[in-house]
């Protein structure tokens, strides 16, 4: 038996739109109920959101046999770190703050079994191969895994076309606050100058053959997105939609 097919690296293959959202709160039963709202992909934050490798786990656990795709974003791409995200079950990685293409070869062979990568084959007692019931997982898991890297940095920027010829690498993500923030534009992502990167960025991307993705809470700014070329395009974010809701609720009964 070999491993499970990943929906999202597929359609990410065949050119599909995939709208997903953030999860943030750090609770399998909150992504849970996200899920119920047919997003294409949500991430399970380990950046910004309080998750550690078990709160993470219970979250793709709940989201098994959903239609909502989960991709983990981690702290930081520590190839020990990697080793257990995809051990838990993960099969789509969103790493940070990718500054070169040694950094995302690296990543690549973090991902991946020898001889292609450094992964390590300790699938026996892995959630990833049901404990062993996927008898085939370490000789077929590398063509599942998808490796979504960051680029949100001038350097990362001025290291995109390199990024964009590595195999391994299905998508690159442009993180629209922290380039804010690196060209002098902190918290404030719809400045002109950052509007042209990240659309240069996008553009550059979808006419390669990886995948282009970013994140905006405002719909308006994720349409332009999508027309500047972003494939998957994370458009709420589900901690700030709840505070909106809960303060526009509350404005409502004390106007």
Known sequence: MPAPVNTFKAALTRGDMQYGCWAGFGDAYATEILSTAGFDWLVIDGEHAPNDIRSIMQQLQVLDGKHSHPVVRLPVGNDWLIKQAL???????????V?????????????????AGIRGAGAALAR???????????QTANDQIC???QVETRKGVEALDEI?????????????????????????????DVRAVIRDCLGRIAASDKAAGILSGNDAVSAEYRDWGAQFLAV????????????????????
């Not at 990833?128 to 370490?138: H, L, N, T, W």
């Not at 690498?169 to 404030?188: Q, S, W």
């Open 147 to 149: 490796l979504l890297v």
């Open 164 to 192: 964009l010829t590595l195999d391994g690498v299905d998508g690159v993500f442009i993180g629209p606050a922290d380039l804010a923030a690196d060209l002098g534009h902190p918290g404030n992502s719809n400045h002109e």
């Open 87 to 97: 051990d838990i079950g993960a099969q789509t990685l969103l790493i940070p703050m």
């Open 236 to 255: 709420g974010i589900d901690v700030v939609m709840l505070a909106q809701a809960a303060r526009a609720k509350m404005a409502h009964w004390k106007g």
């Open 128 to 138: 990833a191969s049901r404990f062993s019931e996927i008898g085939d997982y370490v």
């Open 99 to 115: 500054e070169t293409a040694d950094q995302a070869r690296e990543l690549v062979r973090a991902c991946r079994y020898p001889p």
